[in-house]
């Protein structure tokens, strides 16, 4: 506050121009000036000051108000943008990454002595498929989850059918299951999704044989893939399945990997009611079996 006709000591009885300041982030952006034709008292001075402290709170929230709109709205397009790669990774690749894997399995039977150099371009565009399907899971379920729809499938059939396409010419995997069928209410997409990640896990971490068998209980069914490669170590095992944790062991030796797939693999199970469970020492191998329930009941989102 400013006083031009008079110094501070005359404040309760001054008359004239009185100046109060308006500030907004500290910064003083104007005053309010009074023009008084009599001296006021100490009383009417603090009420102007604290008109001039309302005013510029009001000023301060209006600014704020803008900075926020401004802000939501940037959020709102970054939002936007992430969406529409997510629908480019989603749908866009997985066309043409389909179109090469097709063309993998043709050129392996037609040009033997390229076998080799085939599987690598195989794996590698498998990879691609497995990683631009769990960045579209991982949006999902960080945008606050998914639906589910579900379809009683018989998982020895389901998962059969699913191996059939991993591996076309290694013939690295063996299913086992029981006669009976095992009826479970999956989403079979979603379904496939985890199976593919976790066989997949086991081919990569892995040189030798995969065996898959499904089994049930009076009350849940069962996916267990076991593989006889580089293992986890015991202290790294929790991480495994948290957003991008990888073991050390994977690391050091150089395989490449991107932390998501067991994470994501691990909400789908979560969606369904079910659970992941591992066993696995370093050195000797892994079993990961995804457990869900037979009936539709447990249904955590
Ligand atoms: P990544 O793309 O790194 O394989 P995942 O989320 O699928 O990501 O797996 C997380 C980590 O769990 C891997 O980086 C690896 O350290 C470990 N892991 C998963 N499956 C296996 C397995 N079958 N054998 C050994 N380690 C595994």
Known sequence: MRLFDGDDSSVGTSEGLIEFPLTAHSALIGSIELRSARPLDAGELES??????????????????????????????????????????????RGPLTVILGYCELLAESAPEIKAEIETIFTQTQRLVRLSEDAVVLAQTQAGGFSLAREPT?????????????????????VRSGDAPVWAPIDRVRFRHVLDNVVLNALKYSDGAVEV???????????????????????????????FGRAGNA???????????????????????????????????????????????????
């Open 48 to 93: 102007m000051r604290a008109f001039a402290a309302l005013a510029s709170l009001t000023i301060h929230a209006d600014a704020l108000d803008h900075e926020t709109a401004t802000a939501s709205r940037s959020l709102r397009e970054s939002n936007a943008f992430k969406d529409d790669v997510l629908a480019m990774l989603g749908h866009d690749f």
């Open 213 to 243: 068998e499904v089994r049930s209980t009076a009350t849940e069914a069962a996916v267990a893939v076991t593989d006889r490669g580089i293992g986890i170590p015991e202290g790294d095992l929790p991480s495994v399945f948290t957003r």
């Open 154 to 174: 018989d998982l020895g059939e389901f998962v059969r059918e699913a191996v059939r396409a991993f591996d076309p010419s290694e013939r690295r995997i063996t």
């Open 251 to 301: 690391r050091r030796k150089g395989i490449a990997g991107s932390g998501v797939g067991l994470y994501v693999a691990n909400k789908i199970v979560h969606v369904h009611g079910g659970r992941i469970e591992v066993v696995s020492r370093e050195g000797e191998g892994s079993t990961f079996t995804i457990v869900i329930p037979l009936v539709e009941d447990a249904h955590p989102t």
